[in-house]
């Protein structure tokens, strides 16, 4: 008699069912961990991501194919940039470090950048892990580890991130470095692209936190990060310190409901399927099958966001107004439902939303009249 299944056992094979035979399990890289902090409450997100569904795929099955990607154009200039930041050992990124972050310790004269190279995900982790312990193990020294590979669990198999660079300080704490390609103008840049940068170096912290707690006494991983881009449209760097404690709780909270995909995983009908293979329709019926929360923000972190945003529109749904109008408006979920509550025709006037509404209506009608004086 077969052994019984254990629950990661089970759970594990709903999930590839969900994918679909023989598709391959899309892993979770820090951009997918990272987007579903900006979007917390997307059941739709949580058990596509947490079975390892290719979204991009599913996208253009669906005949909504997503517009993310970089330009070979931008590619090579954004490496181009990268390249410049740590030329030299990384002595610019270090003073960089020093300056925004660390002032009162020793100027980074010279540091170690210990050479992170082996084989595989799982070798490149734990050489990165041994590399981060000997640097423990020798404070009053600056360490620059260059593209460390980090491991984080998620929903019970660990997910591979490549920071872009960590700094160990001289008091032994470790500082995420992300260097992006968009420029910093007059020392601010655009803050949808900082949000999505922070986010990002979120789940790094996150993962760093895990390699530290394995070690005694535990090195603090700081929750200020720091961003590198270029100044005013120059090739020269640029950086600022951007605290991520906020990004950091949403993204360990949305973690946690990660491995809570089992409940959404049940409440899901019977043989439903996620597989690229499938026909349009069939497939249009597995996705909306699992509730979504459409907010624009979807439109630069999810790779369904043009899928959900047509279903939305089509329902009326006031999500893809915004989170801040859905917000104002309480319990009034459809735009039809606002018009109606506007016009008098349906609501509770003593709900504040239906009184504000109310109120602009007539607002609306007494300056039209006006008007047309
Ligand atoms: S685009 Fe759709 S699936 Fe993706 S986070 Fe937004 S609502 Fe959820």
Known sequence: MPPPRTRGTALRHRLAELRGPDVPAKALDARALAALAANPGCARRAILDGAGVNKAALASALGSPSAFGQSQFALTRGNAFEAKVKADGGAELLRLVHEKLDRSAEPPAEARVPDLTATGPQGRTARTALELREAAAHPGAWTLLDHPMLALDV???????????????????????????????????????????????????????????????????????????????????????????????????????????????????????????????????????????????????????????????????????????????????????????????????????????????????????????
């Not at 490549?162 to 260097?179: C, F, K, L, Q």
């Not at 605290?243 to 959404?264: F, G, M, N, P, S």
């Not at 329902?315 to 893809?320: H, I, K, L, M, N």
């Open 155 to 373: 929903a019970g198999s660990p997910a591979f991130l490549e920071p872009d660079a960590v700094v160990v300080h001289p008091d032994g704490s470790w500082t995420v470095v992300e260097i992006k390609s968009f420029p910093l103008l007059d020392g601010s840049a655009d803050p949808a692209k900082v949000g999505a940068a922070a986010r990002q170096a979120a789940v790094y912290v996150l993962a760093l936190e895990e390699v530290a707690a394995r070690l005694d006494p535990s090195p603090r991983v700081r929750h200020r990060i720091l961003l590198v881009c270029p100044r005013d449209f120059s090739n020269l760097p640029a950086a600022s310190a951007v605290d991520i404690r906020k990004q950091r709780a949403v993204t360990a909270r949305q973690l946690t409901r990660l491995t809570r995909i089992e409940d959404i995983a049940e409440a899901l009908p019977e043989g439903t399927c996620f597989s690229p293979e499938l026909p349009a329709d069939e497939l249009t019926a597995a996705v909306e099958s699992v509730p979504a929360t459409y907010a624009p923000e979807c439109l630069s972190a999810c790779e369904l966001a043009f899928h959900c945003r047509a279903r939305s529109r089509e329902t009326g749904a006031v999500t893809s107004l915004g989170r801040p109008v859905r917000a104002e408006l309480g319990g009034l979920t459809t735009v039809e439902d606002v018009l109606a509550a506007a016009r008098g025709e349906a609501g509770d006037p003593a709900d504040p939303a239906v009184a504000a509404l109310r109120r602009a209506a007539a607002l609306r009608a007494e300056a039209l009249e006006a008007a047309c004086r």
